[in-house]
């Protein structure tokens, strides 16, 4: 196993059974390093945390430790991804969330408020002002939310912002409940499905063109 660090390939084995490497002498555990790799398999396919956990033989509270870092590290490529095709957005727009189980009028200050912007049929996602922008005033949020929704009922444009928000309502409902403080992370696992599973679609129809040409 090369070294995770440098990537040298000379290392040495210890007796914990951890490695260090002859280049730039850090330890590392092999064991550790095939666990991660396997839990992120688990996770690329969209395998959840208990199904994961079951079929690994691995503590729940293990997986679900792996797959929270691994939607961090997400928001971390998403966020150098898109600064270097920032001028590239063709569009933006935002979005007021509430789970459809809640009602609004009882539940503003659930509202997840963030901003969409469209590149290279991708989106990037960022996080918008909370409820406490509106201070003791909550019924400028209920009347945006209003207005909102009726806007997007009646349109039916489907462009790539639209797509995703679709995606996304219907992603979130496999986790029951997500608190303020990690909705950003399952927002950017939502995004990087959707963006993934366009690069495959999109590699897979060209791949279905060559083929039949």
């Not at 979130?172 to 403080?181: A, D, F, H």
Request: aromatic fraction near 16%; charge should be positive; hydrophobic fraction near 30%.
């Amino acid at each position: 196993m090369n070294c995770p660090y440098c990537n040298n390939q000379k290392c040495y084995s210890l007796s914990n059974g951890h490695k260090k490497c002859s280049r730039c002498r850090k330890k590392f555990s092999p064991k550790k390093i095939i666990q991660k790799e396997i839990l992120w398999k688990c996770f690329k396919k969209g395998i959840n945390a208990t199904k994961c956990a079951k079929s690994q033989k691995m503590h729940i509270a293990t997986v679900l430790k792996h797959y929270m870092n691994f939607r961090r590290e997400l928001a971390i490529i998403a966020d150098k991804e898109y600064y270097k095709n920032s001028h590239k957005v063709t569009g933006y727009d935002e979005y007021l969330y509430l789970p459809k189980s809640l009602k609004v009028e009882e539940n503003i200050d659930k509202l997840q408020h963030f901003l969409t912007l469209s590149y290279d049929n991708k989106v990037y996602n960022i996080m918008m002002p909370s409820i406490k922008k509106y201070g003791s005033n909550p019924d400028k949020l209920l009347l945006k939310y209003l207005q909102f929704n009726r806007v997007s009922k009646i349109s039916t444009a489907q462009n790539t912002i639209t797509k995703f928000w679709d995606y996304f309502e219907e992603f979130i409902l496999q986790y029951k409940g997500v608190n303020s403080e990690n909705f950003i992370y399952y927002l950017k696992e939502a995004e990087w499905r959707f963006n993934f599973e366009l690069r495959v679609k999109s590699y897979y129809s060209s791949q279905f063109l060559i083929l039949n040409s």
